[in-house]
């Protein structure tokens, strides 16, 4: 099961037609809410009910929804949501679905789940926070912070991690990037790696959006300064490999 239907948890049909998206999708914007019921499928029952009935909306909002145990709800799924204003048209609100300010490690899964789902129909896109498009502090803190780290994979088990095949992984990259070097321009989960290990490196602060803009150009070239590499602000398997030589 990749999400759950709407008729499978009983979202409220209006009899009004969704619109398609006339564009595709370019980015994905996490949004934080919460509610009374402790059983996710019920709390968004909440919402769908203020949405469509109260709100007279077409619909609940969001295109998904994560509850805490990590399942992906359907929302208005591949049609265009109501929820960040002035980018619904080309973005996919994803909405944590949490009691309080808390994330659960199945909840973080339920994101990882859901901007796959979107990747796998739209190719890369990049992901935000409702915040970063309004005054507002949805999502909560520790969501927020953890999507501008690039939604990291909890590593609570070191020796359960398979650190060759992470070894393997990075070199593979290397390889790549001697044919495509990352460089200003550039976008997708190799700028997300490149942001963090940046971040890890030499202590900036970039968001890991996985966009190789300006900053990340700066750490780049700063990055470059402090190690034998010619100093380009390109990224190809010389710089790639001293990131991650310690
Ligand atoms: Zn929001």
Redesign the pocket.
């Known amino acids: 099961m990749e999400y759950v239907r709407r008729k499978d948890w009983g979202a409220i049909e209006s009899g009004r037609k969704l619109s398609p998206f006339r564009v595709k999708p370019v980015g994905v914007?996490v949004?934080?809410?919460t509610g009374s019921a402790t059983d996710p499928a019920e709390r968004i029952k909440a919402h769908d009910k203020y949405h469509t009935h109260t709100l007279g909306w077409k619909s609940i909002g969001y295109n998904f929804l994560v509850g805490e145990n990590g399942l992906v709800f359907e929302g208005r799924g591949w049609h265009q949501g109501a929820?960040?204003k002035g980018w619904n048209w080309r973005t996919i609100?994803v909405?944590y679905i949490g009691s309080g300010d808390e994330i659960t490690e199945q909840g973080k899964e339920g994101f990882q789940k859901a901007v796959d789902l979107v990747t796998k129909r739209y190719g890369d896109v990049w992901v935000k926070c409702?915040r970063d498009f309004?005054r507002?502090y949805?999502?909560a803190e520790k969501l927020s912070s953890w999507v501008k780290e690039g939604m990291p994979k909890p590593l609570d088990n070191p020796s359960s991690v398979n650190w060759v095949q992470i070894g393997n992984y990075i070199k593979d990259i290397g390889r790549q990037l001697a044919h495509k070097p990352l460089r200003k321009g550039s976008r997708g989960k190799y700028v997300v790696l490149l942001q963090q290990q940046l971040n890890a490196r030499i202590a900036t602060h970039l968001v890991c959006d996985g966009i190789f803009g300006r900053k990340t150009l700066k750490a780049v070239k700063k990055f470059q300064r402090n190690h034998p590499i010619m100093v380009d602000g390109i990224v190809g398997p010389i710089t790639w490999r001293f990131l991650w030589t310690v």
Request: net charge neutral.
């Open positions: 914007v949004h934080h809410t929820a960040t609100s909405a409702h309004a507002t949805c999502p």
